[in-house]
């Protein structure tokens, strides 16, 4: 299966035109997640604002089958 990982922000959207082929949703899910928590990391050394960027789960034919919050994926204990 063919899943894309669109980026939205508070003021962006960033499509993802390519997409993966994976097994099933929640490969694709532990795959945004791990990217997330890539992507966090990069932010959190640019001192950027994490809160409110997310991925949308799209599959071939556009529906959003989940949204993983970037804040979800960090650890705060």
């Known amino acids: 299966m063919r ?3 669109h980026v ?3 003021e962006t959207y960033e499509e993802d ?3 993966t082929d994976l097994p099933s949703l929640e490969a694709a899910i532990t795959e945004a997640r ?3 928590r890539e992507m966090v ?3 959190v050394l640019q ?3 994490v809160d409110g960027r997310l991925f949308e789960i799209a599959n071939e034919n556009g529906d ?3 949204i993983i919050k ?3 994926v960090v650890r705060m204990e």
């Open 41 to 43: 990391a990069e932010l």
């Open 70 to 72: 970037f804040k979800d």
């Open 8 to 10: 939205r922000d508070v």
């Open 47 to 49: 001192d950027a604002v």
């Open 64 to 66: 959003i089958l989940e």
């Open 17 to 19: 035109l390519e997409g």
């Open 3 to 5: 899943f894309f990982f």
């Open 34 to 36: 791990q990217s997330a």
